[in-house]
């Protein structure tokens, strides 16, 4: 180990003598607060709740749910969660799934609503979860529960004592095989009205008549109906709790009695309201009311109404609840409330569509008929009321409220706002709260090609007129219809050019024509001119605004305005053009010379552009006298030149004959590393020709068994800690070549790593400074080659919490304040060499060290004032001596002096080593 290392770790001995010396009141070291976020990438797997049905209004507590859940990081570290936060999302009926586009709440008793829910664990701040990539669908644990519907137990007592509810009220019954004793079919129409209906044998499945003449309803209601079946078993009337069918157990099971869509209902939260009578041919609104007044004080944020059975009875065209009954049968409603709070509550009702004129004699007893395709029970009807039938509405006004007081004339593609005034029979008007709850205008037009009825974000309601024609408008609230207004509308027949922009310039059409001059200095230029062109509204324009126009020609361009009828056209000529420049005299700039020109300028007085032109040049004035400027060689020409009179250039040249070449041969031989030539060489001037090159003969390496293939011969072998080297001799000229060969990776081993500083056994007392260090092997490879590997340790270190390591390097001190046994956990990197730089391998190594701290107590301060904490007992600690410390200063300077001595005896050793 190199003498670097030694220093440090005597150094680390000296702190730990010190500091031990100084326990327990010495005063520890301060380290980086580095204490982040738990990772957890599982948890425990939750067991099946013993119970998964509650009724509306349990208390949290009483769910059931796990009142702490143990978790794990990636590493198998295990936590124990308390005090456990739980948020709720509601189960999609169509699936059975989650619905992940709800956003998740707390779970309130009071406002949730019955349903199946999806309760999810929510961590606290302290810890965070990471789904682990070999594990994607393990997440945050889970538990499924159903809220039920709270029973109401007054409404059950009031559908006892009033058999003579609505046609809508659901009565079932149920049906078992009764004694051979027993040969009568007994209902008294008191008994509950939710009776469940099982099937029972062939041979029994006989109605009783019952009675058809004009009965009293309290007799019908306390009459025994009776005929004798084929068989000697008759129907017996089922008694309060649902019975088992003929073919099930002698014992009594309890039956289902509620079917799928029965279990929508939310009673007694919400009710939908059914019109009392639904006749053929007559349009009706759909009502519901809120019983509990905290839900309705809420007010609601949307609602839909949706045909669940019977959608060929009536026409229901969107969601508003308006519909129109088209045929009789049985027919069933859904009502979906969205509250301002986020609640959803939902509400099921069915009900019997009649005829608009009956026929049958209507009596006051009730009469069963037989069951349809789609419902298989008996339809249980009821008479018509003495009294007629009365609305909210009655005597009441509705008009329409939309543009213009009466026929009006409407233009394509335009939204108006839409709105109805609803009086009194005295003329009054009616205030909003006199509507009923769930009561919503509808609104229809004639004929929706023409125009269409447009709901916006707000709710608010528009009409958009689409086409031109001739239609009416209508609104309606609940039974309440208001006449129809006429409107006719038409496309605009407006084909006005309004203006043309070029540039900063705008002009208006005179006469139908337009003309625009640009400035001398503008920067447009008329063949590429690119107008903004406005006209009448919803008129077009050819060529269109913004399209590039070609007005260099001077010609006048065409613009096409047509309306928005397509009718009406209007033509108009437009022409762009540029003013002239207003030029001055000319100017000489620059006088000609022999051979070059001058130039003169003008200037416009209007804008300052200038105007360049060229001045011909004057020529040259060639000398008489021939002058020898290039005498001949053997390959060139020689040259005579005349020169200008005025300024000396030459004007003419000639040339003169060359002298030719006198060649010689000249050979120059190769050897091992240069290459020789031969080639022809002129006497007279050295040019060179027939040029050739011999090749190197090159080395003659001397090869045997103790070299390569290239001859080379080790002659010293490479360590980990030197190079060697290799060396080869050319037996022809006797030349020696060498080269080093690289050392031997260093490979640091993961067993190496260690954890030095602490005492065997490893075992303190309460409220010890603990001063460890993290060695890595292969840390001390201060000239590391590619390959080298070395680990070192990671950014943190772990006790009970994670911290990061101080300035001082891979060293920390550390405090416990409760007893128990500890493990000091440090994480360390493979890092590998690339020839530059240490790189990350992503393996890691981790070692550990176990300790005891033994006694009782936590740690205290000066004033006895506990601080330790119970969940968190580790704390990293670091600085100078506590005031009040009762350390014997003197010996602390001694231990101190002496570790400085030792220090600087083992530095003049290491300087004398390195020389």
Known sequence: MRMKNWMKYLSMLMSLVLLMTMAPSATAFAAEDGAGKIVLTSFEKLEKPEKDHFEQGTELKDLGLPEKIKAYDAEGTEYELTDLEWTIRPVKAEDGKEDTNVEPVKYDPEFTA??????????????????????????????????????????????????????????????????????????????????????????????????????????AQTETWTEAPVETEAWTEAPTESESSAEAPAEDEPVSETDDQNSLIDAPVIRLLLPEKMEVGKAYQLQYEISNEELAAAGEASVSYSVEEGSDLVDMPDKSGNFTVEAEGTVAFQVNVMLANGTELQAYEQGETVPADPTDTETDAPSIQPADENNQQPIVSQPEPENPETHWYDGMNLAINTPGSGEGSLAVGSDYPLGYTLTAADGSLVSAEQIPQGVKAIYTVSDTNLAEIVTAEDGSQFLRVKEAGSFSLQVSLDGLTSAAVTYTSARSSAAELVSFTVGDITAAPENGEIHITLPCNSALDPAGITPVITVSDKATVSPASETVLDFSDGAAKTLTVTAEDGVTVKTYQVTVTKAAHSFGEWTVSKEATCTEAGEETRTCSVCGATETQAISAKGHTASEKWVTTKKATCTEKGTQVQKCTVCGVVVNTRETKALGHNWETITKEPTCTEAGEEYKKCTRCGEIKDKKTLEALGH????????????????VKPTTTSKGKQERTCKRCGTTESREIQRLNIIGNASNNYIWGFTNPAKYPVNSVITFEAIGDGTDNEDPISGDVRYVPTSTWNLVNDYKWGSNGYTASFRITKAGNYTLKVTFMKQMYDGSQWVDTGETSVSTQDFTIAGKGQFTDENGNGTGNTKNPDEVIGGGVKTGDNTPIVALVVVLVIAAALLVILGVVRKKSKK
């Open 114 to 219: 019955a349903g199946e829910y999806i309760f999810t664990l929510k961590l606290s701040d302290a810890y965070e979860y990471v789904a682990p990539e070999t594990d994607s669908e393990n997440g945050l644990p889970k538990v499924d529960l159903t809220i039920e519907p709270k029973e109401d137990e007054t409404e059950t007592e009031m559908q006892t004592e009033a058999p003579t509810e609505a046609v809508t009220e659901s009565i079932t019954e149920t049906q078992t095989e009764a004694p051979a004793e027993t040969e009568a079919y007994t209902e008294a129409q008191t008994e509950a009205p939710t009776e469940s209906v099982t099937e029972a044998p062939a041979e029994t499945e006989a109605w009783t008549e019952a009675p058809t003449e004009t009965e009293s309803q309290t007799e």
């Open 700 to 715: 003659d390496w001397i090869k045997d068994e103790n070299t390569d293939a290239d001859g080379w011969k080790t002659t």
